[in-house]
């Protein structure tokens, strides 16, 4: 524990550290350290310093016997061998003065055995006061602005999305996934077992941080008596960055496994709901959900309460979605009469329906059509924000039947038409497209979809139910950025 | 209201008819019964009569001005012309004695107007006691064997799932998505407003049929004093052939959208669910869903109870399938000690989880591990079912790492030891490929295996929450099949 000044100036040197020593590494990529110095070599990381006594290379560079060694200062090692030689790997760390050690070695106190908790107990009292651990049994750190990676994810743009993470496959899913939405990233942390430096430590940082607007979190649990602490930082940070948690271990099952997993104590699930509300975190149930919130946060404007206006085509599909919306606790009510006529001027057809949720039949194949339906909505008074869902088939579907339909140009004129929408509403417009099919031409077309809108920075749903926790995640966004005391960004 | 005999032999005519006329068919593939004629000619069907008196032709075929100038017998007239002209048609069809007619056009009752309630009113008059009525505000009829179709879909195969939906474009879905995976139909009812043959005519129809072994069900809601018909139905069939039910309308803004879709009382949903369990109904709350565990009761074994074993790779993936399954009321619990042992001895790798759920790390590349983990498992006393899972980008992932592996030969491998394990087992086993890349190239890859795994007749899974959902409804059907008086198939 070190406070606030002193957990920024230590931490950052480990996020742009001088030179990074691998301990272990040798020309196996896919063993022990040598899969991190292949990504950082890939990253462009310059000072990179393999340690194995039996190989003079390892990747095309020099290899030292030992760390101290090597003449360059070394800010952070990571340490990839059998875990009976990490305390020794550490000692060597100590001696050479770096100041950061991620142990990626696993089979520590999570395995719950004797040997694995002595084990993370001796390196942990040979650490202290000498060096800060990250680990055992985890992935690092990662820093597109430094250009440190564990994946080879190098497409990654910074920004100002933080993740700390209790796993090292969400933490790597949370990469891959920011990469193919050009989500930028500031800082990525898996703190595995957090035997040293934990969730709240890097919390702390990150709330001072200047790189980082928003943070998500992926926990487990606690050790002992951090609760406390981790709540009070938040408690602190008065809301002023959101913060979005995904919290596992919400079961006796799930509680059981978290602790094979990291060791972890899950506590209650329903303890936890209570704190995170009280708080204003936003929770989400996977590293999908937590990138859509995120985007949404950045790209959309935040709804003023609860009632929803579903827009598209197909009464079985309108009644499914209000369904959805409603078992959330949205409403979707009867739009103003007026709203209602303009509705009607436009969908001509019988088997429309005007009152939401609308069902615009065969009219909404027309993107004029789809603007002017949504320019009516988001004036009417009675409506929050909108969700507007169309499947991806129908047009070629009609197109195939002999229909005289222009679908590429159809598709551009509707993006075109959002786009208007979007720039002119203060109420959040979200798109759902779905695919009925599970081909891969049904998909490709989706995607294609998908990425033109992206393109132009509206981000699209594959389902209701994605769009629905989105949205339900801005809502609460916007309700604590209205509690006294809280000082928010978005 | 008919009985049981008179039921099937009445509605065996309606599937079977002796010709078909298309009231309102022109060349237009987009409107009114036009897509209907330019199906039915696609599918196959051969006594086809377009009726227009605007045309000579349609579609290739030749028009006739009315429709008692058509020689041949007609059983069925789909009916695609405006709506104040509908009930001249059907006095039309009553004058040439057609048995059923099928209205496709909307505008009755589901608007909620004076105009065309009275409308629908004077439709059921004009049909009582001389024609049934099919509709309003539907797709009608579909049946594989007697090349009857709405949609272009003709590579579906005939077999003995039903479904009866009051929504058409759900109804629709469900026949798409059942050709994409070669689930063979008997028949499926679109019957929209329902103003004459509703929902509980046809499953009392179904549940006599000997072409049907499994029905479907999308439910908006019921006509006054439909319910207790509909439930003393099922109530008389004693859980012989499985009943799906995806219910809409769940809330009240959901229920009031039913109101303007179909013009049903959607009801309480929770009295709903209350007697649907009674009852042994598998409820679900989608068409994939619905297809899904049809699949699954037509292809495993039904599990003993709840308890499921985990099998993959990556301890946050393991924890959060576990949180999901616990979530729905399943137990994932300890494995006996020699299960445990045995892991132990394929996973000799640190950082694995034996427990359950198992984390079989690096040694889950290997498909002869799948296999021997696999028998392990089902072996085990404590464990009623197994999901197994895995990210398909792993294996490509390590091979662009530069690993020596051949990932077509592996995932072949991986089939066979998955085929064997299902061949030799009591116990379901699920498996769930998730592709944790949006991207083209990861679903190509990933529908690529699921392909493969479907040729040999084993369903996969793109998520857990698909795969526990599937799960559930078998674990329910093995309920169901041990109530006294039940007498099951399956």
Request: charged letters at 20%.
């Amino acid at each position: 524990m070190f406070d606030q000044i002193e957990a920024i100036t230590h931490l950052d040197r480990l996020f742009y550290p001088r030179g990074i020593a691998l301990i272990g590494a040798s020309d196996n990529p896919v063993r022990g350290s040598s899969s991190f110095l292949q990504a950082l070599i890939e990253a462009g990381f310059p000072r990179l310093y393999p340690v194995n006594p039996y190989f003079e290379k390892a990747m095309g560079l020099k290899c030292y016997a030992n760390i101290y060694d090597i003449p360059g200062e070394v800010d952070l090692a990571i340490i990839g061998v059998p875990r009976q030689l990490v305390p020794k790997a550490v000692e060597g760390c100590i001696k050479k003065g770096v100041g950061f050690a991620h142990i990626f070695t696993a089979g520590f106190s999570e395995t719950g055995t004797d040997e694995g908790i002595e084990l993370e107990s001796k390196l942990v009292n040979t650490a202290k006061g000498k060096l800060s651990l990250i680990g055992p049994n985890c992935m690092g750190i990662y820093c597109p602005r430094s250009r440190i990676s564990w994946t080879r994810h190098h497409e990654n743009i910074s920004g100002d999305v933080a993740l700390v993470s209790q796993s090292g496959g969400h933490a790597t899913h949370f990469i891959e996934l920011a990469a193919e939405k050009a989500m930028g990233i500031s800082k990525v942390i898996s703190v595995g077992n957090a035997s040293d430096l934990n969730v709240s430590d890097f919390l702390k940082y990150l709330l001072a941080d200047t790189e980082t607007g928003i943070i998500g979190l992926y926990l487990e649990g606690f050790a002992q008596n951090e609760g406390r602490d981790f709540y009070n930082i938040i408690r602190r940070s008065n809301s002023r960055k959101p913060i979005l948690v995904w919290k596992a271990g919400k079961t006796p099952d799930g509680a059981r496994a978290v602790n094979s997993h990291t060791a972890s104590l899950a506590g209650s699930y329903s303890m936890f709901r209570s704190a995170a509300s009280q708080l204003g975190l936003l929770i989400v149930s996977s590293i999908d959900e937590m990138i859509e919130s995120i985007l949404a946060l950045k790209t959309l404007p935040l709804p003023g309460g609860p009632r929803v206006a579903v827009l598209g085509i197909g009464g079985g599909q309108s009644v499914s979605i209000t369904d959805h919306l409603s078992l959330l606790g949205f409403k979707v009510p009867v739009l103003e009469r007026k709203t209602q006529e303009r509705i009607t001027q436009i969908t001509t057809e019988a088997g429309t329906m005007a009152k939401n949720p609308i069902d615009a039949s065969v009219a909404s194949v027309d993107p004029q059509n789809i603007r002017d339906l949504l320019f009516a909505i988001i004036e009417d008074k009675n409506i929050d924000s909108v969700i507007f869902h169309q499947n991806v088939g129908f047009l070629p579907m009609w197109k195939k039947r002999g229909a005289y339909i222009d679908v590429a140009r159809i598709r551009k004129d509707l993006v075109k038409a959002v786009e208007d929408v979007k720039e002119n509403s203060l109420k959040p417009v979200l798109c759902v497209f779905t695919s009925r099919s599970n081909k891969v031409e049904a998909f490709k077309e989706w995607s294609s979809i998908r990425d033109t809108f992206q393109g132009k920075g509206i981000y699209v749903y594959s389902s209701i139910e994605k769009a629905a926790k989105v949205l339900l995640n801005l809502h609460i966004r916007n309700r604590v950025r209205r509690l006294p005391g809280a000082t928010t960004r978005s």
